[in-house]
């Protein structure tokens, strides 16, 4: 019995089905794109920074989601596999701006389709005429918990993380 309470816990907990969701759509990503090492983080990166031409990597981690040394290892990976360039910015000499190589160019026009392919696999779990309100439910609570994160993050100390979205983990 108590086992039973154990498990009906997980199938209503969103943090646990969330998990389990991210885990699963994680290893179809990976197999769909074969023996291609461009990870979900990489093509989240790879799509960004396409669309936002010499964004900084502090917006790439506004953008995405994902954390600053997160990102930060991420971008110094695809560096040197020439996916991406980056230089300083005129205004900010702390700050990159980051830009896609022509082989970065070359990596999302073939990923982009198989990107896609994962989406609608993962969405066609659902009935069509509720994918667009459970892209909508999922996009309101990450809202939401940001700005939880926010709120509580805002009284600790600058170096510290202050949202686990953003840790992209």
Do not use: C
């Amino acid at each position: 019995m108590a086992r039973d309470t154990a498990i009906n816990r997980l199938e209503r907990s969103p943090l646990h089905l969330l998990h389990r969701a991210g885990q699963g759509a994680a290893e179809l990503f990976q197999t769909e794109l074969g023996d291609d090492d461009l990870t979900p983080r990489q093509y989240a990166i790879l799509l960004t920074v396409a669309q936002n031409e010499g964004v900084s990597q502090t917006q790439l981690v506004e953008l995405t989601g994902i954390d600053r040394s997160t990102l930060a290892d991420v971008v110094r990976r695809m560096l040197k596999k020439g996916l991406l360039q980056r230089r300083r910015t005129r205004d900010d000499a702390r700050a990159y701006a980051v830009k896609l190589t022509d082989d970065g160019a070359k990596v999302l026009k073939a990923r982009e389709p198989l990107a896609r392919k994962v989406d609608e696999r993962i969405l066609s779990g659902l009935p069509a005429q509720h994918r667009d309100r459970f892209l909508q439910d999922l996009g309101t609570i990450i809202q939401a918990l940001n700005r939880l994160n926010d709120k509580e993050g805002a009284g600790k100390s600058a170096g510290t993380p202050s949202s686990a979205l953003r840790r992209g983990n």
